[in-house]
């Protein structure tokens, strides 16, 4: 789409009529407010299949001292400004928010016309993560498929990231190192809370050893919005299942650094499920994942 924007000098007190992108088959496109709110005319004409948006005439100052950032002569209309319900930033000056986080400089945060609010709607239900952690072999990737089957066959909308799957691919960089186990997580709660603004519930699958690295991504998510799940299993029946034949290789020395072994695994302090395990009484993955639907019904995410 081929953008042409020009401001012309105030001509006028009453803004012009503001013409509509529907017949354009642009619903609710932003520059339609963003302009109305400037006071700017909207001129649509379609020239070789091309849309060409040209703002023609500023009708009003937004006030005596603001005005529009100019970048190589033009001026600088990206989004978003900060506005507020429409208002700009209270004295109807544009302001552009931009930002610098760790090594990411002058970026700015683009909100769309379509909401987290929207979407849930749309599905019928309320984006979080439910966090599945414990020791290797305790069982929560069988949960988190048992956990997915049984919302999906109520017709939610459920994506798993299971520990080792990411590591096909997003996390195939990473080691099993301290700071790259961290990273591992911090990646895998980005992308969970990604998920979850979409409406979908998000079920991470990993072992997440450190308390701090699963407080962080709780930190990302509103709040209610995380949902812990802690697979309380011994270590001694973890190692007896040994799905992977990882405990083995710990055992042996051929794994380094390998939780329940060497590494330490910090249980959960404050998490909103446990799912016990004993040895002489192992619940099916299928109850246990009612059990935690049960939760999401109680607290009314599987409905918008």
């Avoid at 089957?149 to 990231?161: A, C, P």
């Avoid at 520990?163 to 960089?173: C, E, Q, T, W, Y």
């Amino acid at each position: 789409m081929a953008v042409a924007l020009k401001v012309l000098p105030s001509i006028g007190t009453q803004p012009p009529e503001i013409i509509s992108l529907l017949e354009v088959g642009f619903t609710n496109f932003p520059a339609t407010r963003f302009c109305r709110d400037l006071g700017f005319h909207i001129d649509i004409h379609q020239k070789k299949k091309k849309i060409k948006v040209g703002l023609v005439k500023a009708v009003r100052k937004v006030d005596e001292t603001s005005s529009l950032k100019v970048i190589n002569g033009q001026p600088d209309l990206d989004f978003p400004y900060g506005f507020s319900n429409g208002n700009g930033n209270g004295n109807g000056t544009a302001q552009r928010q931009m930002s610098t986080l760790e090594k990411s400089t002058n970026i700015v945060w683009h909100e769309c016309s379509v909401n987290k609010h929207d979407r849930q709607q749309l599905l019928q239900q309320k984006g979080c993560v439910i966090w599945i952690t414990g020791l290797s072999g305790s069982g929560k990737s069988t949960l988190a498929c048992a956990l997915s089957h049984s919302l999906h066959t109520r017709g939610k909308l459920t994506y798993v990231l299971d520990g080792d799957n990411v590591r096909h691919g997003l996390n195939k960089n990473l080691s099993f190192g301290a700071e790259d186990r961290a990273e591992n997580i911090r990646r895998v709660g980005e992308v969970a809370k990604l998920f979850a603004d979409a409406g979908v519930i998000c079920i991470a699958s990993l072992i997440s050893p450190y308390r701090k690295d699963r407080d962080a991504c709780r930190a990302l998510l509103p709040k209610g919005d995380f949902i812990e799940v802690f697979m309380d299993v011994p270590l001694q029946l973890c190692e007896s299942r040994d799905p992977k034949g990882l405990y083995k290789l710990a055992r042996a020395g051929k794994i380094k650094g390998f939780t329940g072994i060497d590494d330490p695994y910090e249980r959960p302090l404050n998490c909103e499920i446990v799912l016990q395990q004993k040895s002489d009484t192992c619940t099916s993955p299928c109850e246990m994942a009612e059990t935690v639907v049960s939760y999401l019904e109680d607290h009314g995410y599987l409905q918008a």
